[in-house]
């Protein structure tokens, strides 16, 4: 059977032989008793305990005085119990606001760490064909500059250029000596080997500074 919300207060002097019928027809439906009791020289706090009722032990101060005191001790009791309720309370809450900020704070950085990464990735992604442009123009400029050497390195360029008076120096450099190379057997051939020649063997001449006159 559920017990009801109910307190019942009572006062006592030697009621061994009674308390227990009083008890007895409450314990089911009450949900606390509270005994005061007279400092009783029977088994009246045994019996009472045996019941589950908090039992308090004062002098005898006259029923009225008695029952108030009974009461107040009710009073206490539940004011007692309910602050430490509302302590409870509180420092569950206080418990759960701790936890729910530690949450918040953690959720926070982990977001801002996915958005700093996402801003990261758009960064990089915006790049991209900036770099691809730019690579496209150094492989135009590089071929360009590919272009211009072959082009100045050509053979009929470089003979314009030889023909141009600012150039004309290279034709003719500076030195007075003539150097007379003369020809060459051929590689792997001996003296023996060779045919007599009728002709003479022609020599080649350069005229290195001033023009040099055939005899």
Same mark, same amino acid.
Request: aromatic share 8%.
């Given at each position: 059977?559920?017990? @009801?919300?109910?307190?019942?207060?009572?006062?006592?002097?030697?009621?061994?032989?009674?308390?227990?019928?009083?008890?007895?027809?409450?314990?089911?439906?009450?949900?606390?008793?509270?005994?005061? *009791?007279?400092?009783?020289? *029977?088994?009246?706090?045994?019996? /009472?305990?045996?019941?589950?009722?908090?039992?308090?032990?004062?002098?005898?101060?006259?029923?009225? #005085?008695?029952?108030? &005191? /009974? @009461?107040?001790?009710?009073? #206490?009791?539940?004011? &007692? /119990?309910?602050?430490?309720? &509302?302590?409870?309370?509180?420092? $569950?809450?206080?418990? @759960?606001?701790?936890?729910?900020?530690?949450?918040?704070?953690?959720?926070?950085?982990?977001?801002?760490?996915?958005?700093?990464?996402? %801003?990261?990735?758009?960064?990089?992604?915006?790049?991209?064909?900036?770099?691809?442009?730019?690579?496209?123009?150094?492989?135009?400029?590089?071929? +360009?500059?590919?272009?211009?050497?072959?082009?100045?390195?050509?053979?009929? %360029?470089? $003979?314009?250029?030889? !023909?141009?008076?600012?150039?004309? +120096? =290279?034709?003719?450099?500076?030195?007075?000596?003539?150097?007379? =190379?003369?020809? /060459?057997?051929?590689?792997?051939?001996?003296?023996?080997?060779? !045919?007599?020649?009728?002709?003479? !063997?022609?020599?080649?001449?350069?005229?290195?500074?001033?023009?040099? #006159?055939?005899?």
């Amino acid at each position: 059977m559920e017990r @009801l919300p109910l307190s019942v207060t009572l006062i006592s002097l030697n009621e061994e032989d009674n308390i227990g019928r009083t008890l007895e027809s409450i314990k089911d439906i009450a949900s606390e008793i509270v005994v005061v *009791d007279a400092h009783s020289t *029977d088994k009246t706090r045994e019996i /009472a305990k045996g019941y589950g009722a908090k039992v308090f032990e004062e002098d005898w101060k006259g029923y009225v #005085d008695q029952k108030n &005191s /009974a @009461l107040q001790k009710r009073w #206490d009791h539940e004011s &007692s /119990a309910a602050r430490k309720n &509302s302590l409870g309370d509180r420092l $569950m809450k206080k418990g @759960l606001f701790i936890r729910l900020i530690i949450c918040i704070f953690f959720l926070g950085g982990c977001l801002y760490s996915y958005l700093n990464l996402q %801003n990261s990735i758009t960064q990089l992604r915006i790049s991209i064909p900036e770099l691809s442009s730019e690579m496209r123009r150094i492989e135009e400029e590089n071929t +360009h500059f590919c272009y211009e050497i072959e082009k100045f390195e050509s053979p009929a %360029n470089l $003979m314009e250029i030889a !023909k141009k008076s600012a150039f004309s +120096h =290279l034709r003719f450099p500076v030195e007075n000596a003539v150097v007379t =190379l003369k020809q /060459a057997r051929p590689i792997g051939e001996t003296e023996s080997q060779q !045919k007599p020649e009728t002709r003479h !063997k022609p020599t080649i001449h350069f005229a290195t500074g001033v023009p040099y #006159d055939k005899p």
